[in-house]
């Protein structure tokens, strides 16, 4: 570390996890929790011990939840510390004295959310060892938006591609959420985007994030409209839309156009600027741009001889990611979804991806099932791992991705992304889409570039929905260990209200005349107290706007890390990095070490000096290279050949719980779903050898006018065809769909019938027995209840990638270190 940190240590503790107990110490500094075992006391009696000697680190910032057990004298049963980390690791720490214990909940608790503003954190603090892999990198180096547009052809020199780089955001006064670089249609003056941007939730127009190599189509993202409920509308937003969706057509048209002098700078287009005449008009600037965009090359129909909207032959879409009713319930406060009937070049699908809280809820769900994980050696509780509907969402993300890539990739059309300010799920659903489209963003250094770009650049909000500064509540009080009463934050147990009552009172006349704001200090409760306070400090008081609100958090990014999971465990030659790769970048979005992930902005971020006060978390993965890099990596890209194709999609029925994550074994986490599908699969081939042997009865001379030729007549009567619950049709999550409906979802395909007996019509005996055993084992029940299928929307358009499983994870644990903090201290 960067300066000496004050510790203290406990001798002599029991921790426990999975149900194992070990003996050792307990260290406690500033930033940290550091248990060693076994205890010094053993070391000295025994000096072999030393080499054995092992260290745990844990970071403060990813505790979710810090449990004070008190336990009445008499019984024998320690007072305990019981924490779950973010990176579902839980440990109970056992104090055999209760005063021990609880100075150090107080001092953990003190150090996380009493703290009052983000440059407290370890990031400021931190620095790795002088002369170390990882002090030679500067990861802030690593993205420049420049430098990345410029990989995709776009920039002042090259080709015009029908978009040009605007420096209207520079100083972040234009949209303060957004990048201070951002690439829009050429034909698009600046003038015209700022009138754009009042039509906009918090200026965030539609601008571009990704082109593709081959096709040029586009993805572009934005937030969502000021519609309300008068349906208004805005010409300059149907313009800068309708302009992305055009922007490459003059360059596809005249392909050999090169065109250094051709692509203009924001001033070449800005008829605002001074280069512009003084003497235009708005409506005359409006007339010139309106030209601009609609006099390109025109294409005729051969046939009927109409001229050919670019864009007409493509299924260009705008994509909201909401589901339908919330869109339309925030017509009531004025914003929505586009009125489609001003937006004639595209049609507009609703993903229906739930909101924030509803994954909050989803995630607490699931910790819910693994809350005990420190205590107990059990299996997690599989039903609560099935109601949180988990693997739901990160199915319908995964689904809603694929739909995006294959307009962009195969359909070739352009997409427009946006949900309600255009920072959660529209980053998940870009980025995602990306991933599958290029392959450069599954490198290492390119994942980094993705969410660089999308993420953090585009504003994603990772301090509010990390909670970075935790929260009182995340500090409960089980004041009796044995009644099993919990008692948090600004609560009451019952007991001795009235005295409780004239405490508070107290207190509260004792805080006004000494001018403090008691609601500051206790959270959301202004009566709420803490007792038997034992910090030497007074207790800060949170910065305006970096405070931890409860409503804010979310798991958005992690839940992005577990769809990239899933398409690395499903392909897994395709990526350069490996699992452990994604989880230890989630532990650090928590860790609070580096300074990336710090605030909600790329304007936070540059008004802090991050890149000058902190390390970039970069750095600490390109420093250990090897221990992140995938073996099973193939880099060659053919798309003749099958499964080195530069697409990739994912395999919706293949979606499986990340059990490294959770720090699980992959039975005790996916052991239900691999037993489904594993039914699931001999069924579908039992149903295959059916059909396979009445196709034999449609050849001449096989059982003609015999009774084998009515018992397959019979099998293929689609009245008597049970439905086994696994392989029932797929629904499209494209629900609420205005005018892409009808064109983009196609008519449910029923599965192939069963066979039935010749004489009853009944399933025959074996059969029946299989499908007894099939409902016994409940398959489909509450494992992906409500999963969105909607990538078979357009599933017809490819051929089937094939399917690969993972082998199961039979060898015991899986890696426990996503808990451990990766480094050593200094001398």
């Known amino acids: 570390m960067a300066a000496p940190q004050n510790k203290h240590r406990y001798t002599d503790i029991q921790a426990l996890r999975g149900g194992k107990a070990e003996l050792g110490d307990l260290d406690l500094s500033d930033f940290h929790i550091v248990f060693r075992f076994p205890p010094s006391s053993e070391i000295i009696s025994n000096p072999t011990l030393k080499k054995k000697a092992k260290q745990v680190w844990f970071a403060f910032h990813i505790i979710s939840q810090c449990t004070l057990r008190q336990m009445p004298p008499g019984p024998g049963i320690p007072s305990s510390i019981r924490i779950q980390f973010r990176d579902f690791t839980y440990v109970s720490f056992n104090f055999e004295d209760d005063k021990q214990a609880r100075d150090a909940w107080e001092w953990i608790r003190?150090?996380?959310?009493?703290?009052?503003r983000v440059d407290k954190l370890l990031a400021f603090?931190?620095?790795?060892?002088?002369?170390?892999?990882?002090?030679?990198?500067?990861?802030?180096?690593?993205?420049?938006?420049?430098?990345?547009?410029?990989?995709?052809?776009?920039?002042?020199?090259?080709?015009?591609?029908?978009?040009?780089?605007?420096?209207?955001?520079?100083?972040?006064?234009?949209?303060?959420?957004?990048?201070?670089f951002l690439?829009?249609?050429?034909?698009?003056?600046?003038?015209?985007?700022?009138?754009?941007?009042?039509?906009?939730?918090?200026?965030?127009?539609?601008?571009?994030?990704?082109?593709?190599?081959?096709?040029?189509?586009?993805?572009?993202?934005?937030?969502?409209p000021f519609v309300g409920l008068r349906m208004k509308r805005s010409i300059q937003d149907e313009r800068l839309v309708g302009a992305c969706f055009s922007a490459s057509m003059e360059f596809l048209d005249n392909p050999s156009a090169t065109a250094v002098d051709q692509s203009p700078s924001s001033s070449h287009v800005d008829l605002s600027s001074d280069s512009a005449d003084p003497n235009l008009s708005v409506s005359e600037t409006e007339r010139m741009e309106d030209e601009l965009i609609t006099d390109t090359t025109a294409l005729y129909d051969e046939k009927t001889g109409k001229r050919l909207i670019y864009g007409a032959q493509q299924n260009n879409l705008i994509v909201d990611a909401r589901p339908a009713i919330n869109s339309y319930a925030m017509q009531a406060i004025g914003m929505g979804s586009e009125n489609m009937d001003y937006y004639r070049f595209a049609k507009k699908v609703f993903l229906n991806i739930d909101n924030i809280h509803v994954m909050r809820d989803s995630l607490d769900k699931v910790i819910s099932a693994l809350k005990d994980s420190d205590v107990s050696p059990f299996p997690p509780n599989r039903e609560f791992l099935a109601k949180s509907k988990w693997l739901k969402h990160i199915t319908g993300i995964l689904d809603g991705s694929a739909i995006i890539a294959r307009q962009v990739g195969i359909q070739h059309s352009h997409v427009l992304i946006h949900c309600s300010d255009g920072w959660d799920r529209t980053s998940q659903l870009s980025a995602l889409a990306q991933l599958m489209l290029d392959p450069y963003y599954r490198t290492l250094e390119g994942f980094m570039v993705l969410v660089e770009k999308d993420w953090l650049s585009f504003g994603h909000m990772f301090q509010l929905r990390s909670g970075h500064l935790s929260h009182e509540t995340?500090?409960?009080?089980?004041?009796?260990?044995?009644a099993g009463t919990?008692?948090?934050?600004?609560?009451?147990?019952?007991?001795?209200?009235?005295?409780?009552?004239?405490?508070?009172?107290?207190?509260?006349?004792?805080?006004?005349?000494?001018?403090?704001?008691?609601?500051?200090?206790?959270?959301?409760?202004?009566?709420?107290?803490?007792?038997?306070?034992?910090e030497p400090e007074v207790e800060p008081t949170p910065a305006e706007g970096q405070a931890t609100k409860l409503k804010d958090i979310s798991p958005v990014f992690h839940q992005f890390l577990d769809a990239t999971y899933q398409l690395l465990r499903q392909?897994?030659?395709?990526?350069?990095?490996?699992?452990?790769?994604?989880?230890?970048?989630?532990?650090?979005?928590?860790?609070?070490?580096?300074?990336?992930?710090?605030?909600?902005?790329?304007?936070?971020?540059h008004e802090a000096k991050l890149a000058e006060r902190t390390r970039s978390v970069w750095a600490y993965f390109l420093s250990r290279r090897p221990e992140f890099t995938n073996d099973q990596y193939d880099a060659t890209i053919d798309d003749h050949i099958k499964g080195r194709e530069r697409l990739i999609f994912p395999r919706l029925g293949e979606v499986r719980w990340w059990h490294q994550l959770f720090n699980r074994t992959d039975d005790e986490m996916n052991g239900a779903l691999i037993a489904s599908a594993a039914t699931a699969e001999r069924v579908a081939a039992y149903q295959n050898s059916l059909q396979a042997s009445s196709d034999l009865s449609d050849e001449p001379g096989f059982g003609s006018g015999?009774?084998?030729?009515?018992?397959?007549?019979?099998?293929?009567?689609?009245?008597?065809?049970?439905?086994?619950?696994?392989?029932?049709?797929?629904?499209?999550?494209?629900?609420?769909?205005?005018?892409?409906?009808?064109?983009?979802?196609?008519?449910?395909?029923?599965?192939?019938?069963l066979n039935r007996s010749a004489s009853t019509g009944e399933v025959p005996s074996a059969l029946a027995a299989l499908q007894d055993k099939i409902a016994g084992l409940s398959i489909g029940k509450n494992m992906l209840a409500g999963g969105a299928a909607a990538s078979s929307v357009i599933a017809s358009l490819i051929p089937d990638t094939g399917s690969r499983r993972e082998e199961g994870n039979k060898n015991g644990l899986a890696d426990k270190e996503s808990g451990e903090q990766e480094m050593k201290s200094i001398d």
């Open 110 to 116: 003190f150090r996380t959310c009493k703290l009052d």
């Open 183 to 224: 690439v829009v249609p050429s034909k698009i003056s600046d003038n015209t985007l700022k009138y754009a941007a009042t039509f906009r939730s918090r200026a965030r127009i539609p601008t571009l994030s990704y082109i593709h190599p081959v096709n040029n189509c586009t993805i572009t993202r934005s937030s969502q």
């Open 706 to 753: 015999s009774q084998a030729e009515s018992i397959f007549k019979r099998s293929t009567s689609p009245s008597h065809s049970p439905q086994p619950p696994s392989l029932s049709p797929s629904k499209s999550v494209l629900v609420g769909v205005e005018s892409a409906h009808a064109a983009l979802t196609p008519e449910p395909r029923s599965p192939p019938p």
């Open 486 to 534: 919990t008692v948090r934050p600004g609560d009451s147990d019952g007991r001795n209200d009235a005295m409780e009552s004239a405490l508070k009172s107290a207190r509260r006349f004792w805080a006004k005349n000494k001018s403090v704001d008691s609601s500051k200090l206790s959270g959301d409760d202004p009566t709420a107290t803490d007792d038997d306070k034992q």
């Open 571 to 605: 392909h897994p030659t395709r990526f350069e990095f490996n699992e452990r790769f994604l989880r230890r970048l989630l532990y650090h979005v928590y860790s609070c070490q580096y300074g990336t992930f710090l605030l909600n902005n790329e304007r936070q971020r």
């Open 474 to 482: 995340w500090f409960p009080v089980d004041t009796d260990g044995l």
């Open 125 to 180: 603090n931190y620095s790795p060892p002088q002369g170390s892999p990882e002090f030679k990198i500067n990861g802030w180096d690593l993205y420049d938006a420049r430098a990345e547009f410029r990989r995709q052809g776009i920039s002042e020199k090259s080709a015009d591609l029908g978009w040009r780089i605007t420096a209207i955001n520079k100083d972040y006064s234009f949209s303060p959420t957004y990048p201070a």
